[in-house]
């Protein structure tokens, strides 16, 4: 006898990143990468969000240094502009593969995020290499 298993919608998705300095972690956050911190945040733990996307930060606990994160963005040639100015540690310009246009930032603890947005359906791709 086969019974239906009614299945839970998933609401999202976000990272758990560990930090050394949360002070460092979160104006580089906040002040190069543009999310906002969230109000109930403390030395230990915090979230810094932008739009749609989060990431939770772990003062010495949870998660592992050199964690990678991806994150989808509507533009990340505009993004990648953005950051240029502000001060990102980039590891280099975007680069186009079938799964996206992506382009690689540092956090203070060495985290890497990938920014991605739809690839460039006239431009060749590229293997990945890292």
């Known amino acids: ?8 919608r998933f609401e999202g998705a ?3 990143l560990s930090v050394k300095d949360m002070s460092a972690s979160v104006r580089y956050y906040v002040n190069v990468l543009g999310f906002r911190n969230a109000d109930w945040g ?4 915090t979230s810094v969000s ?14 592992c240094p050199g964690t990678w994160a991806w994150i989808g963005v509507d ?3 505009a993004l990648y502009q953005e ?10 310009a975007p680069r186009n593969y079938p799964w996206a246009l992506e382009m690689h930032v540092e956090d203070p603890d060495g985290q890497v995020l990938r920014f991605g947005s739809e690839p460039l359906a006239d431009q060749p791709f590229e293997s990945w290499a890292e």
């Not at 403390?42 to 733990?45: A, R, S």
């Open 1 to 8: 006898m086969s019974r239906e298993v009614s299945k839970t």
């Open 14 to 16: 976000a990272p758990i």
């Open 42 to 45: 403390t030395e230990d733990f």
């Open 50 to 63: 932008r739009d749609g996307a989060g990431i939770y930060l772990c003062r010495g606990a949870q998660g």
């Open 75 to 77: 533009d990340v040639a």
């Open 83 to 92: 950051y240029r100015v502000s001060g990102a540690k980039t590891h280099g």
